[in-house]
């Protein structure tokens, strides 16, 4: 009943028969789609699809027909020219993508509180990509890693296809990349992304406390990852919350190779952004608020 409430709620009739029969043909003749992790919680929960709903979050999105096809950053980001490979990137190149990142995230408002803050918002999309991206990372068989390589269908990447081409507050991944798509591999410029984006946040930081370090990524890029186009490798791999340490034992120190203390620091992304209830069931700052838009310790 709360799932068919949100359709109603959308001006569309009620399924014939099941909700399965009728999402899928709502999809495929309309060109809607719902973050899957969105579809499960309201089959499966309907309490929580009637509490989505009435905040507003459970939205629908719209994709052209390709990108409805789509599972991969690659498919679904598609540039005319692109190259899958960086051949030739210069430190002025890389000021210009980081910028771009700074001023679109510099324009956006500076207001943070409990239910709005759009630069933790997308910083958050950004560094969600790139880490889901990278921690199919597997060093014995020598796959996965930053290859712009995600399956966009599982349900731990909820909400990452909209966050790529739509964005969020009006900041979009995919308009950026389509500036840089013709010389600069995705691959690249995910990461790109994302330490433009924790440059900026850790900015924001440093006008609080000045006495603080800076962070350099700038001096350490390597450019030349090469975009996968085929992820069929990297379903499944992502660390289950509900399993705790022993999934981050098994993704990041076993599958990956890091130590324990590699898998504290990297977890530490999480101090930018906040958790969805439609991506992944959970709802909530990592930290309070303000502090969910600056790179810091918080």
């Given at each position: 009943?709360?799932?068919?409430?949100?359709?109603?709620?959308?001006?569309?009739?009620?399924?014939?028969?099941?909700?399965?029969?009728?999402?899928?043909?709502?999809?495929?003749?309309?060109?809607?789609?719902?973050?899957?992790?969105?579809?499960?919680l309201c089959m499966s929960h309907p309490a929580?699809?009637?509490?989505?709903?009435?905040?507003?979050?459970?939205?629908?999105?719209?994709?052209?027909?390709?990108?409805?096809?789509?599972?991969?950053?690659?498919?679904?980001?598609?540039?005319?020219?692109?190259?899958?490979?960086?051949?030739?990137?210069?430190?002025?190149?890389?000021?210009?993508?980081?910028?771009?990142?700074?001023?679109?995230?510099?324009?956006?408002?500076?207001?943070?509180?409990?239910?709005?803050?759009?630069?933790?918002?997308?910083?958050?999309?950004?560094?969600?990509?790139?880490?889901?991206?990278?921690?199919?990372?597997?060093?014995?068989?020598?796959?996965?890693?930053?290859?712009?390589?995600?399956?966009?269908?599982?349900?731990?990447?909820?909400?990452?296809?909209?966050?790529?081409?739509?964005?969020?507050?009006?900041?979009?991944?995919?308009?950026?990349?389509?500036?840089?798509?013709?010389?600069?591999?995705?691959?690249?410029?995910?990461?790109?992304?994302?330490?433009?984006?924790?440059?900026?946040?850790?900015?924001?930081?440093?006008?609080?406390?000045?006495?603080?370090?800076?962070?350099?990524?700038?001096?350490?890029?390597?450019?030349?990852?090469?975009?996968?186009?085929?992820?069929?490798?990297?379903?499944?791999?992502?660390?289950?919350?509900?399993?705790?340490?022993?999934?981050?034992?098994?993704?990041?120190?076993?599958?990956?190779?890091?130590?324990?203390?590699?898998?504290?620091?990297?977890?530490?992304?999480?101090?930018?952004?906040?958790?969805?209830?439609?991506?992944?069931?959970?709802?909530?700052?990592?930290?309070?608020?303000?502090?969910?838009?600056?790179?810091?310790?918080?």
């Amino acid at each position: 009943l709360a799932c068919r409430s949100v359709i109603q709620h959308l001006g569309n009739t009620l399924p014939p028969s099941s909700f399965y029969d009728f999402t899928k043909s709502f999809v495929m003749g309309h060109q809607w789609i719902f973050a899957s992790a969105s579809l499960f919680l309201c089959m499966s929960h309907p309490a929580l699809g009637k509490n989505l709903l009435a905040r507003g979050q459970l939205l629908p999105f719209r994709l052209d027909e390709e990108q409805r096809e789509a599972r991969t950053p690659h498919q679904i980001m598609a540039c005319n020219g692109s190259v899958l490979r960086t051949e030739h990137m210069t430190f002025a190149d890389y000021d210009s993508i980081t910028q771009a990142i700074h001023d679109d995230l510099a324009a956006l408002p500076t207001t943070c509180n409990v239910t709005y803050c759009p630069q933790a918002d997308i910083t958050g999309c950004v560094l969600r990509v790139t880490g889901h991206d990278f921690m199919d990372y597997n060093p014995e068989l020598i796959k996965g890693g930053s290859d712009a390589c995600l399956d966009l269908e599982e349900a731990d990447n909820a909400g990452l296809a909209q966050c790529l081409v739509h964005g969020e507050h009006g900041v979009s991944v995919y308009a950026l990349y389509k500036k840089y798509c013709t010389t600069i591999s995705l691959a690249d410029f995910i990461v790109l992304a994302a330490e433009g984006a924790m440059t900026f946040t850790r900015r924001i930081y440093l006008q609080e406390f000045p006495d603080r370090k800076e962070v350099d990524f700038k001096s350490q890029f390597h450019f030349g990852r090469t975009t996968a186009t085929d992820c069929d490798f990297a379903s499944h791999v992502l660390p289950n919350p509900e399993e705790s340490c022993s999934d981050v034992k098994r993704v990041m120190v076993d599958n990956m190779g890091l130590t324990w203390t590699n898998a504290a620091a990297l977890m530490g992304v999480h101090t930018i952004g906040r958790a969805r209830v439609e991506n992944s069931g959970y709802d909530g700052w990592w930290s309070d608020a303000e502090n969910s838009r600056r790179f810091n310790n918080d």
